[in-house]
């Protein structure tokens, strides 16, 4: 069983910047896609970064390319988002999920979900 456990969310003004943590056990952590997705009120999940086992490839929502960053420490089971240049429109609960099998912006790849952590963004 994979436990997914997010953490570094809370209340910013916009042009600044946060660092999410997503830690996992469970399994070898190296065996895993990880991703990351947010959820707006009223709105759909949607994808906002993706990152493969070792690092080597990452993927990013349009929306946020050029102020996101995956990372991933396999040492440390841990995958990381560091967001700059925050926007009102960043506001949402982000969650790291985690696939066996595929490097995917669709959340239906992925198997396990971490529980989210609050971004909000003000103006």
């Known amino acids: 069983q994979v436990q997914l456990v997010e953490a570094g969310g809370g209340l910013v003004q916009a042009g600044h910047s946060l660092r999410l943590s997503c830690a996992a056990s469970?399994?070898?952590?190296?065996?895993?896609?990880m991703g990351w997705f947010r959820q707006a009120p009223g709105k759909e999940r949607e994808f906002v970064a993706a990152i493969s086992r070792y690092g080597a490839s990452r993927y990013y929502a349009d929306s946020v390319k050029g102020r996101f960053t995956i990372s991933r420490d396999n040492a440390k089971n841990t995958v990381y988002l560091q967001m700059n240049s925050l926007k009102p429109e960043d506001t949402a609960v982000y969650y790291c999920?985690?696939?066996?099998?595929?490097?995917?912006?669709?959340?239906?790849?992925?198997?396990?979900w971490g529980q989210g952590t609050q971004v909000t963004v003000s103006s």
């Open positions: 999920a985690s696939s066996l099998y595929k490097y995917s912006n669709k959340s239906a790849e992925y198997g396990y």
């Open positions: 469970g399994r070898t952590f190296s065996n895993d896609y």
